[in-house]
């Protein structure tokens, strides 16, 4: 079992910044990927952003590409993702996760991973 809470979100206005942060107890932290997912109101969860392991590969939906930036500590058993340039379309409550994608496109979908976090509310005012 892996154990993963997320903090950090909170309200900005449109174009703020903030820091997600993930942090990960339970089994070995660089077993697995990481990915963050988001879900806004009436809405499906949607592939946000996601690192390998070793942080050797990372994966950005086109919707944040060049905006938000995934990154991971090992030895602090953490994984985060900074958001810049943020939108009012952002605005949803963001998802840690944890899973060993078999493939690619594994890593953008919500069946590559196997423990999710409890979620933090992300709010953008226009």
């Known amino acids: 079992q892996v154990q993963l809470v997320e903090s950090g979100g909170g309200l900005v206005q449109a174009g703020g910044s903030l820091r997600l942060s993930c942090a990960a107890s339970g089994r070995t932290f660089n077993n697995y990927a990481m990915g963050w997912f988001r879900q806004a109101p009436g809405k499906e969860r949607e592939f946000v952003a996601a690192i390998s392991w070793s942080g050797g590969n990372i994966y950005y939906a086109d919707s944040v590409k060049g905006r938000f930036t995934i990154s991971r500590d090992n030895a602090k058993n953490r994984v985060y993702l900074q958001m810049n340039s943020l939108k009012p379309e952002d605005t949803a409550v963001y998802y840690c996760?944890?899973?060993?994608?078999?493939?690619?496109?594994?890593?953008?979908?919500?069946?590559?991973?196997?423990?999710w976090g409890q979620g933090t509310q992300v709010t953008v005012s226009s």
């Open positions: 996760a944890a899973g060993n994608p078999k493939a690619r496109i594994y890593y953008y979908s919500r069946i590559g991973y196997d423990y």
